[in-house]
């Protein structure tokens, strides 16, 4: 077995397929109906902060999940494909980072409303939101990078033409810091997400023999145990 076969391994790229568009989903829904923009997001915190401390945790575990799911369909565009492969979970990749660098923030703008109150938390996000960071350049890969793997996976035929086009609309979601991402060129790009990555996910599940009860015991240890030595951290 190579080194490309196993990391990170069928289960973990088949289980960020089938969860993440989902959790993306799952968090948008929950703060639809706010304004999109960093003003709205704010003051929708201030007026229920669980609702919105969930919405984008769910919004954010679904960005991580997407990184397995990007190399496991580039995994399988590689075969025939290797360059588009190599190209399309690069770019997508890249730009995850960027997605987690931007919750981030708005965790921390979240925080100002608490501690500074919301008008004052808004005025500080409005001077500063233009900043200078270096994920600014990462950006555009993300975009781009759904159309990268897109081609690749029509080509290899990895994945069949509708999922295809799918896929590709994931470079229609918005990037920044505080998006509401509920308009509806959002929810299409996050269904093109689902349509194409969710079936994907349940395939790769299924293609192969189902893992040993002691890994899965100590994955599901490990969830609720990192939280807590986090929280000490």
Known sequence: MT???MVPGRW????GALLGPPLLIAGVLTR???DDFFPGQLAAYAADPGRMAVSYALFTAG???LWP???GLARRIAATHPGL????ATLVVLGLFGRVFHAGVSHLAFQLVDVLGLEAAQRAVADTYGAFHVFKAVSVCIMAGWVVLAIGAYRSKALGTLR????ALGL???LGVLKGTSDPISLAALAGLAVALVPFGAGVLKDGPAPRWQAVALTVALVPGAYVLGMYG
């Open 164 to 167: 295809c086009v799918a896929l």
């Open 85 to 88: 492969a190599r190209w399309g």
């Open 69 to 71: 799911a990007a190399t």
């Open 3 to 5: 080194i490309t076969r």
């Open 63 to 65: 960005v991580v999940l």
């Open 32 to 34: 639809i109906g706010e």
């Open 172 to 174: 229609a979601l918005p």
């Open 12 to 15: 973990v790229e088949g289980t």
